[in-house]
């Protein structure tokens, strides 16, 4: 596609349930990069995959959260067992090559995760 | 740890000359970016400063010292659709693992 996808755009979910976030990035690019985005805080990162290299984890709150790459595609963040703290808006981005640390982001719309 | 600070909100006039300061402390810098957001939309890419001294693009400059960790965002001949968040990151890290961290934004106001 022509730029990062992700889906659902909205999503709504009761305390303690699991919910899954699915990002598309942009075609040929080797990164992708989770971060969450609350009310009046910047972009918090989460987690960052490199072609096939292990994730680097270091920014995930705590360990309800985890993502997957698949194929080097298509990335699925996913939170179980839901909090209130956890709504925020969820965006994913990709980038030519990680690696080179240069190459700018391409952020995606963003999923809105609300916790009731 | 990182520190990344910049206005929380400012108000400019249609037409004027407005910067954003950005002021940060952080191990492995590897450059900074700004990013603008409008309102319910995702990011995008403004500038890329590596170097000390200034970019410019366009209507929109960008300033880098890296001694002094600060960098400023100069936008000229303001315009209504300028109206968003601009957001300063620095990247760091290196050997082929780079992180962007971002501040929390600043809230630019055009008024007539």
């Known amino acids: 596609g022509a730029g990062v996808s992700q889906s659902p755009s909205n999503k709504v979910t009761e305390k303690g349930k699991d919910v899954e976030l699915r990002c598309d990035p942009i075609?040929?690019?080797?990164?992708l990069y989770w971060y969450r985005q609350s009310l009046g805080q910047g972009l918090e990162f989460l987690i960052y995959?490199?072609?096939?290299?292990?994730?680097?984890k270091s920014g995930l709150p705590s360990d309800r959260f985890s993502a997957e790459r698949t194929g080097g595609s298509v990335s699925t963040l996913t939170i179980q067992r839901t909090q209130q703290e956890d709504s925020a808006v969820y965006l994913c981005?990709?980038?030519?090559?990680?690696?080179?640390?240069?190459?700018?982001?391409?952020f995606g719309p963003g999923t809105r995760l609300t916790v009731l | 740890g990182q520190n990344i600070d910049q206005p929380t909100e400012m108000t400019a006039t249609e037409g004027a000359i407005v910067q954003i300061n950005c002021t940060y402390q952080?191990?492995?810098?590897?450059?900074l970016f700004w990013y603008q957001q409008h309102a319910g939309e995702a990011p995008t890419f403004l500038s890329y400063?590596?170097?000390?001294g200034l970019e410019e693009k366009g209507r929109f400059s960008s300033f880098l010292s890296r001694s002094k960790g600060y960098s400023y965002l100069l936008l000229k001949e303001l315009q209504m659709k300028d109206s968003a968040s601009y957001l300063c990151?620095?990247?760091?890290?290196?050997?082929?693992?780079?992180?962007?961290?971002f501040g929390k934004g600043t809230k630019l106001s055009v008024i007539p």
């Open positions: 981005a990709s980038s030519l090559d990680g690696r080179a640390g240069r190459n700018e982001q391409f």
């Open positions: 075609s040929g690019h080797t990164a």
């Open positions: 995959f490199q072609g096939n290299s292990a994730p680097d």
């Open positions: 952080t191990s492995g810098f590897n450059g």
């Open positions: 400063n590596v170097l000390d």
């Open positions: 990151a620095v990247l760091r890290g290196g050997a082929g693992s780079y992180q962007l961290t």
